[in-house]
Protein backbone atom coordinates (compact mmCIF):
# COMPACT_ATOMS: atom_id res chain seq x y z
CA UNK A 1 0.00 0.00 0.00
CA UNK A 2 1.19 3.37 -0.68
CA UNK A 3 4.01 2.14 -2.41
CA UNK A 4 6.19 5.34 -3.39
CA UNK A 5 9.52 3.02 -4.80
CA UNK A 6 11.00 4.09 -7.94
CA UNK A 7 8.78 8.05 -7.74
CA UNK A 8 10.52 11.45 -7.02
CA UNK A 9 8.85 13.79 -5.01
CA UNK A 10 9.52 17.29 -4.99
CA UNK A 11 8.68 19.00 -1.76
CA UNK A 12 7.83 22.93 -1.57
CA UNK A 13 8.17 23.97 1.80
CA UNK A 14 10.14 21.14 3.18
CA UNK A 15 11.53 22.55 6.42
CA UNK A 16 9.53 23.39 9.17
CA UNK A 17 9.48 27.03 11.06
CA UNK A 18 10.15 25.47 14.66
CA UNK A 19 12.07 22.28 16.06
CA UNK A 20 9.63 19.24 15.49
CA UNK A 21 7.18 18.17 12.75
CA UNK A 22 6.10 20.75 10.57
CA UNK A 23 3.20 19.78 7.53
CA UNK A 24 6.07 19.80 4.96
CA UNK A 25 8.96 17.91 7.07
CA UNK A 26 6.59 15.09 7.95
CA UNK A 27 5.45 14.84 4.11
CA UNK A 28 8.82 14.50 2.98
CA UNK A 29 9.79 12.22 5.64
CA UNK A 30 7.35 9.91 5.04
CA UNK A 31 7.35 10.37 1.37
CA UNK A 32 10.82 8.82 2.21
CA UNK A 33 9.93 6.14 4.41
CA UNK A 34 7.44 4.58 1.18
CA UNK A 35 10.76 4.82 -0.69
CA UNK A 36 10.78 8.07 -2.72
CA UNK A 37 13.22 9.68 -3.91
CA UNK A 38 13.06 13.05 -1.82
CA UNK A 39 13.97 16.75 -3.48
CA UNK A 40 12.87 19.26 -0.85
CA UNK A 41 13.24 23.35 -1.28
CA UNK A 42 12.54 25.74 1.34
CA UNK A 43 14.38 29.71 1.81
CA UNK A 44 15.30 28.62 5.09
CA UNK A 45 18.72 27.09 5.57
CA UNK A 46 17.16 26.56 9.43
CA UNK A 47 14.20 24.81 8.49
CA UNK A 48 15.71 23.10 5.94
CA UNK A 49 18.20 21.78 7.92
CA UNK A 50 16.11 20.00 10.76
CA UNK A 51 14.87 18.27 7.80
CA UNK A 52 17.97 16.85 6.64
CA UNK A 53 18.74 15.89 10.27
CA UNK A 54 15.34 13.87 9.99
CA UNK A 55 16.40 12.06 7.00
CA UNK A 56 19.16 11.08 8.41
CA UNK A 57 17.42 8.87 11.30
CA UNK A 58 15.33 7.40 8.20
CA UNK A 59 17.21 4.40 6.86
CA UNK A 60 17.56 4.35 3.63
CA UNK A 61 16.51 7.26 3.03
CA UNK A 62 17.09 9.41 -0.08
CA UNK A 63 17.06 13.39 0.17
CA UNK A 64 18.17 16.47 -0.76
CA UNK A 65 17.66 19.79 0.66
CA UNK A 66 17.69 22.62 -1.63
CA UNK A 67 17.09 26.72 -0.56
CA UNK A 68 14.75 28.69 -3.19
CA UNK A 69 12.61 31.30 -2.71
CA UNK A 70 9.29 29.45 -4.33
CA UNK A 71 8.21 33.11 -4.95
CA UNK A 72 10.61 33.61 -7.24
CA UNK A 73 10.70 31.92 -11.09
CA UNK A 74 13.80 32.19 -11.39
CA UNK A 75 14.69 30.58 -8.24
CA UNK A 76 12.25 27.38 -8.82
CA UNK A 77 13.02 27.00 -11.84
CA UNK A 78 16.40 25.98 -10.79
CA UNK A 79 15.55 24.17 -8.27
CA UNK A 80 13.02 22.02 -10.47
CA UNK A 81 16.75 21.70 -13.10
CA UNK A 82 18.08 20.70 -10.13
CA UNK A 83 16.19 17.87 -8.64
CA UNK A 84 16.36 16.68 -12.81
CA UNK A 85 20.19 16.83 -12.46
CA UNK A 86 20.09 14.56 -9.38
CA UNK A 87 16.94 12.16 -9.82
CA UNK A 88 16.24 12.80 -13.89
CA UNK A 89 12.40 12.66 -13.10
CA UNK A 90 9.94 14.26 -10.79
CA UNK A 91 6.48 12.26 -10.51
CA UNK A 92 5.29 13.90 -7.19
CA UNK A 93 4.81 17.66 -6.33
CA UNK A 94 3.67 19.19 -3.23
CA UNK A 95 3.03 23.12 -2.87
CA UNK A 96 3.58 23.10 0.64
CA UNK A 97 4.49 27.15 1.81
CA UNK A 98 1.82 28.93 3.09
CA UNK A 99 1.18 30.43 6.27
CA UNK A 100 -1.65 33.02 7.84
CA UNK A 101 -1.53 36.60 8.67
CA UNK A 102 -4.71 37.79 10.46
CA UNK A 103 -6.52 41.03 8.87
CA UNK A 104 -9.62 42.91 7.25
CA UNK A 105 -9.15 44.73 4.02
CA UNK A 106 -9.14 48.44 5.85
CA UNK A 107 -6.49 46.43 8.53
CA UNK A 108 -4.15 45.06 6.37
CA UNK A 109 -1.38 47.15 4.20
CA UNK A 110 -0.88 46.41 0.72
CA UNK A 111 2.14 44.48 0.84
CA UNK A 112 0.73 42.21 3.43
CA UNK A 113 -2.13 42.17 1.37
CA UNK A 114 0.44 41.20 -1.53
CA UNK A 115 2.59 38.75 1.05
CA UNK A 116 -0.25 36.25 1.85
CA UNK A 117 -0.95 36.26 -1.91
CA UNK A 118 2.48 35.32 -2.80
CA UNK A 119 2.72 33.02 0.11
CA UNK A 120 -0.23 30.99 -0.39
CA UNK A 121 -1.00 31.11 -4.20
CA UNK A 122 1.74 32.77 -6.20
CA UNK A 123 4.55 29.68 -4.77
CA UNK A 124 1.68 27.02 -5.89
CA UNK A 125 1.64 28.55 -9.16
CA UNK A 126 5.13 28.74 -9.71
CA UNK A 127 5.28 24.96 -8.93
CA UNK A 128 3.03 23.63 -11.09
CA UNK A 129 4.32 26.04 -13.86
CA UNK A 130 7.69 24.40 -13.66
CA UNK A 131 6.88 21.44 -13.05
CA UNK A 132 4.05 20.60 -14.91
CA UNK A 133 5.46 20.48 -18.32
CA UNK A 134 8.38 17.85 -16.44
CA UNK A 135 5.61 15.26 -16.20
CA UNK A 136 3.73 16.22 -19.18
CA UNK A 137 7.40 14.80 -21.30
CA UNK A 138 7.11 11.59 -18.88
CA UNK A 139 3.52 10.90 -20.10
CA UNK A 140 4.60 11.39 -23.60
CA UNK A 141 7.51 9.25 -23.13
CA UNK A 142 6.32 6.88 -20.86
CA UNK A 143 2.53 6.71 -19.85
CA UNK A 144 3.57 7.95 -16.46
CA UNK A 145 2.64 11.66 -15.13
CA UNK A 146 2.30 12.69 -11.93
CA UNK A 147 0.70 13.95 -8.82
CA UNK A 148 0.56 17.44 -7.60
CA UNK A 149 -1.08 17.70 -3.86
CA UNK A 150 -1.53 21.48 -3.13
CA UNK A 151 -2.12 22.00 1.15
CA UNK A 152 -4.42 24.54 1.40
CA UNK A 153 -6.36 25.52 4.95
CA UNK A 154 -9.94 25.34 6.02
CA UNK A 155 -9.86 29.31 6.21
CA UNK A 156 -11.14 28.83 2.90
CA UNK A 157 -14.06 28.26 3.79
CA UNK A 158 -14.71 28.89 7.74
CA UNK A 159 -13.84 32.60 8.04
CA UNK A 160 -13.46 32.92 11.18
CA UNK A 161 -10.76 30.41 12.68
CA UNK A 162 -9.63 31.20 15.97
CA UNK A 163 -11.85 34.07 16.99
CA UNK A 164 -9.67 36.25 14.02
CA UNK A 165 -10.45 37.02 10.57
CA UNK A 166 -7.92 36.47 7.85
CA UNK A 167 -9.39 37.80 4.40
CA UNK A 168 -6.47 37.78 2.45
CA UNK A 169 -5.44 33.99 4.00
CA UNK A 170 -8.77 33.01 3.10
CA UNK A 171 -8.89 34.18 0.06
CA UNK A 172 -5.47 32.51 -1.45
CA UNK A 173 -5.80 29.20 -0.06
CA UNK A 174 -9.73 29.32 -1.64
CA UNK A 175 -7.64 30.43 -4.53
CA UNK A 176 -5.39 27.86 -4.57
CA UNK A 177 -8.25 25.28 -4.24
CA UNK A 178 -9.41 26.77 -7.43
CA UNK A 179 -5.90 26.67 -9.02
CA UNK A 180 -5.95 22.54 -8.25
CA UNK A 181 -9.29 21.91 -9.61
CA UNK A 182 -9.06 23.86 -13.12
CA UNK A 183 -5.27 22.89 -13.18
CA UNK A 184 -6.23 19.43 -12.91
CA UNK A 185 -9.35 19.60 -15.55
CA UNK A 186 -6.47 21.00 -17.81
CA UNK A 187 -4.19 18.27 -17.53
CA UNK A 188 -6.70 15.53 -17.14
CA UNK A 189 -5.94 13.82 -20.36
CA UNK A 190 -1.36 13.95 -19.78
CA UNK A 191 -1.76 11.78 -17.00
CA UNK A 192 -1.57 14.45 -14.08
CA UNK A 193 -3.73 14.56 -11.01
CA UNK A 194 -4.16 17.71 -9.45
CA UNK A 195 -5.48 17.70 -5.82
CA UNK A 196 -5.57 19.57 -2.41
CA UNK A 197 -5.46 18.57 1.20
CA UNK A 198 -7.66 20.96 2.86
CA UNK A 199 -5.67 21.42 6.56
CA UNK A 200 -7.91 22.26 9.73
CA UNK A 201 -6.52 23.16 13.07
CA UNK A 202 -3.21 21.10 13.77
CA UNK A 203 -0.78 21.78 16.54
CA UNK A 204 2.44 22.51 13.93
CA UNK A 205 5.40 24.05 15.68
CA UNK A 206 4.16 27.03 12.95
CA UNK A 207 1.31 27.14 15.37
CA UNK A 208 3.29 26.90 18.67
CA UNK A 209 5.50 28.97 18.23
CA UNK A 210 3.31 31.65 16.96
CA UNK A 211 0.65 31.51 19.94
CA UNK A 212 3.89 31.25 22.21
CA UNK A 213 5.21 34.57 20.81
CA UNK A 214 2.24 36.37 20.60
CA UNK A 215 0.56 35.42 24.07
CA UNK A 216 3.59 33.76 26.21
CA UNK A 217 4.07 30.32 27.16
CA UNK A 218 0.86 29.98 29.79
CA UNK A 219 -1.40 31.22 27.83
CA UNK A 220 -0.31 29.77 24.79
CA UNK A 221 -1.59 26.63 26.60
CA UNK A 222 -4.74 27.93 27.55
CA UNK A 223 -5.41 28.94 23.73
CA UNK A 224 -4.15 25.39 22.49
CA UNK A 225 -6.56 24.04 25.26
CA UNK A 226 -9.40 26.13 23.66
CA UNK A 227 -8.51 24.91 20.03
CA UNK A 228 -8.36 21.45 21.08
CA UNK A 229 -12.40 22.03 22.73
CA UNK A 230 -13.63 23.32 19.31
CA UNK A 231 -12.82 20.47 17.48
CA UNK A 232 -16.21 17.61 17.10
CA UNK A 233 -12.93 15.10 18.17
CA UNK A 234 -11.77 17.00 21.06
CA UNK A 235 -8.23 17.76 19.69
CA UNK A 236 -5.87 19.40 17.16
CA UNK A 237 -4.39 17.43 14.83
CA UNK A 238 -0.72 17.19 13.92
CA UNK A 239 1.53 17.41 10.56
CA UNK A 240 1.01 13.20 10.49
CA UNK A 241 -2.34 13.55 9.96
CA UNK A 242 -1.94 15.86 7.11
CA UNK A 243 1.16 13.87 5.69
CA UNK A 244 -0.28 10.70 5.15
CA UNK A 245 -3.08 12.58 3.51
CA UNK A 246 -0.80 14.10 1.13
CA UNK A 247 0.65 10.74 0.46
CA UNK A 248 -2.38 8.95 -0.26
CA UNK A 249 -3.34 11.47 -2.82
CA UNK A 250 0.19 11.06 -4.36
CA UNK A 251 -0.12 7.64 -4.45
CA UNK A 252 -1.15 5.17 -7.21
CA UNK A 253 -3.68 3.87 -5.04
CA UNK A 254 -5.04 7.70 -5.54
CA UNK A 255 -5.15 7.26 -9.04
CA UNK A 256 -8.54 7.61 -9.91
CA UNK A 257 -8.98 10.66 -8.09
CA UNK A 258 -8.25 13.93 -9.35
CA UNK A 259 -9.68 17.92 -9.24
CA UNK A 260 -10.81 17.26 -5.22
CA UNK A 261 -10.31 18.36 -1.87
CA UNK A 262 -9.07 15.70 0.93
CA UNK A 263 -10.54 17.59 4.15
CA UNK A 264 -8.02 16.71 7.60
CA UNK A 265 -9.92 18.52 10.20
CA UNK A 266 -11.21 15.57 12.72
CA UNK A 267 -14.55 17.47 12.10
CA UNK A 268 -14.09 21.05 12.56
CA UNK A 269 -16.04 22.00 9.29
CA UNK A 270 -18.71 19.84 9.19
CA UNK A 271 -20.05 20.54 12.37
CA UNK A 272 -22.65 23.35 13.03
CA UNK A 273 -22.15 25.54 16.00
CA UNK A 274 -25.08 23.29 17.19
CA UNK A 275 -23.63 20.50 16.59
CA UNK A 276 -20.42 21.22 18.96
CA UNK A 277 -20.21 20.05 22.64
CA UNK A 278 -21.71 23.23 24.13
CA UNK A 279 -18.65 23.02 26.90
CA UNK A 280 -16.59 23.41 23.71
CA UNK A 281 -17.81 26.73 22.30
N1 LIG B 1 -0.41 24.42 11.09
C1 LIG B 1 -1.71 24.55 10.88
O1 LIG B 1 -2.54 24.54 11.80
C2 LIG B 1 -2.20 24.70 9.46
C3 LIG B 1 -3.57 24.80 9.25
C4 LIG B 1 -4.04 24.92 7.95
C5 LIG B 1 -3.14 24.94 6.89
N2 LIG B 1 -1.82 24.85 7.12
C6 LIG B 1 -0.92 24.92 5.95
O2 LIG B 1 0.07 23.91 6.01
C7 LIG B 1 1.25 24.38 5.36
C8 LIG B 1 2.46 24.19 6.25
O3 LIG B 1 2.19 24.69 7.52
P1 LIG B 1 3.16 24.40 8.75
O4 LIG B 1 2.35 24.65 9.95
O5 LIG B 1 3.83 23.10 8.61
O6 LIG B 1 4.20 25.63 8.55
P2 LIG B 1 5.78 25.81 8.58
O7 LIG B 1 6.00 27.30 8.52
O8 LIG B 1 6.41 25.07 9.73
O9 LIG B 1 6.28 25.15 7.23
C9 LIG B 1 6.30 25.85 6.01
C10 LIG B 1 7.75 25.87 5.48
O10 LIG B 1 7.72 26.67 4.29
C11 LIG B 1 8.87 27.49 4.26
N3 LIG B 1 8.60 28.66 3.43
C12 LIG B 1 7.81 29.72 3.72
N4 LIG B 1 7.79 30.58 2.70
C13 LIG B 1 8.61 30.05 1.73
C14 LIG B 1 9.00 30.46 0.43
N5 LIG B 1 8.56 31.61 -0.09
N6 LIG B 1 9.81 29.65 -0.29
C15 LIG B 1 10.27 28.48 0.22
N7 LIG B 1 9.94 28.05 1.46
C16 LIG B 1 9.11 28.82 2.20
C17 LIG B 1 9.14 27.84 5.72
O11 LIG B 1 10.51 28.21 5.92
C18 LIG B 1 8.77 26.54 6.43
O12 LIG B 1 9.89 25.68 6.59
C19 LIG B 1 0.99 25.83 4.97
O13 LIG B 1 0.57 25.89 3.62
C20 LIG B 1 -0.17 26.22 5.88
O14 LIG B 1 -0.96 27.26 5.33
C21 LIG B 1 -1.31 24.73 8.38
Given at each position: MLNLHGKVAFVA??????EGWGNGRATAVLMARQGAKVFGVDYSAEALSGTTAAMEQEAGADWTGWLANMTSTEEVERAVAECLSR?????ILVNNVGGSAPGTPVSMSVDEWDGQLDRNLKTAFLGCKHVLPVMERQFAAEGRGGAIVNVSSIASMSFQVDGRVHVAYAASKAGLETLSRATAIAYVKKGIRVNSVVVGMMHTPLVAHRLTQQLGTANAEDLAAKRNALIPMGRMGDAWDVANAVVFLAS???????ATQLVVDGGVTAARPGNVDSDAR
Open positions: GAGSVAYGRIDDEAGYIT
